[in-house]
């Protein structure tokens, strides 16, 4: 397995788009995982949320109690070691985050459709916490809009029909705070998995952690970007839409570098009625059954509380089996 890879996103728009498809689309077949540079979204957006979730977790306990997730509301904050793998087994998480997802008007018909989507839990502080939240998720979805038309052109698919599967989306989003682990325990941040979305927008950080799962192997690489990029990886479902052309690859987070790491990855997922199945004939090997949407988000966000076990063997909820 090749190192992740690095992508002018800019000309995409130009002359050398065929060149930036290209390169996308190696790195999604061989890697699953690529490195953007010059993708649009302001430095000051990415520092702005940054401090934002530093400062949110930086306040006491108690504060932060006060926005707990429930079972009935999937937004909120999560606990340190709350959350397990969604097996329904091992040891629990070492973060602590906070979920948002699509902020959608409680009186929005949807809302009556599909009991997934609604209004976020907002925290009361810090100031301009939400701001901060929904700018950078705004360029987030600049940038998936464009990787939306880059996998349609490479699938070979209807551009406007794909991305209008990504209208009123089940998107969301986890803030993020690991705190140091202790390098001689078997500890992970977050457990081997794979993203149960369409792809996965991640501003890069200083703070190592990440790690790759090489492809055929139990070998791991360290996810490095460059400063000022985006680490973008695809998930179950475009590996899905794919019929096994791009690869969801699996990977961890273990902070052993002595600091506190904060992350907000970002998750495209499309409308919860979205039927994901192969749009073109699947490569040698690959079977998987067609997914609903709304029915696997739901299993994975059940499966996340510790005392929840899988009821449908046929989902693969991400975590790794093996």
């Known amino acids: 397995m090749p190192d992740i890879p690095l992508v002018d996103l800019s000309l995409a728009g130009g002359p050398r788009r065929d060149t930036v498809i290209g ?14 540079s010059e993708h649009g979204i302001p430095a000051h957006t990415v520092e702005s949320i940054r401090a934002a979730v530093i ?15 429930t079972r009935d509301n999937y937004r909120g904050y999560i606990p340190t070691g709350f959350f397990t793998a969604n097996s329904g087994g091992g040891d629990a998480d070492n973060y602590e ?11 929005d018909p949807i809302v009556a459709e599909c009991d997934l989507y609604g209004p976020n839990r907002w925290p009361a502080a810090p100031k301009r916490f939400r701001e ?14 464009t990787l939306l038309e880059i996998a349609a052109t490479i699938l070979g698919i209807d551009r406007k029909w794909f991305l209008d599967l990504f209208e009123k989306p089940m ?6 705070h690991y705190p140091p682990a202790d390098s001689r325990l078997n500890s992970c941040g977050i457990h081997p998995h794979k993203d149960t979305d369409a792809f996965t927008i991640l501003a890069g950080d200083n703070v190592s952690g990440l790690m790759v799962r090489r492809r ?3 070998q791991w690489i360290e996810a490095r970007p460059p400063a000022g990029s985006l680490v973008v990886n695809l998930g179950d479902l475009l590996e899905l839409w794919s019929g096994g052309y791009f690869v969801s690859t699996p990977h961890k987070v273990v902070d052993i570098s002595g600091k ?6 970002y998750f495209l997922v499309p409308r919860f009625d979205t039927i994901v199945e192969p749009l073109r004939k699947p490569v040698d090997g690959f079977n998987r059954a067609p997914v ?6 739901r299993e994975v966000w059940r499966t996340n509380w510790p005392d929840a076990e899988q009821k449908d063997g046929s989902y693969d909820l991400g975590t790794l089996h093996d």
């Not at 400062?55 to 997730?69: H, L, M, N, Q, V």
């Not at 609903?292 to 988000?297: A, F, L, R």
């Open 292 to 297: 609903h949407v709304g029915d696997v988000s």
């Open 97 to 107: 985050g906070y979920k948002l997802h699509l902020e959608t008007d409680p009186r």
């Open 216 to 218: 055929g192997g139990d």
């Open 23 to 36: 390169q996308i689309d190696a790195a999604f077949r061989e890697i699953g995982f690529v490195y953007l």
């Open 55 to 69: 400062a949110y977790f930086d306040r006491s306990t108690s504060e932060k109690g006060r926005d707990r997730i």
């Open 260 to 265: 506190d790491r904060y992350s907000f990855p």
């Open 171 to 176: 998107t969301n989003m986890t803030l993020l």
């Open 132 to 145: 901060a939240v929904m700018n950078y998720w705004l360029a987030c979805d600049r940038v998936a809009d």
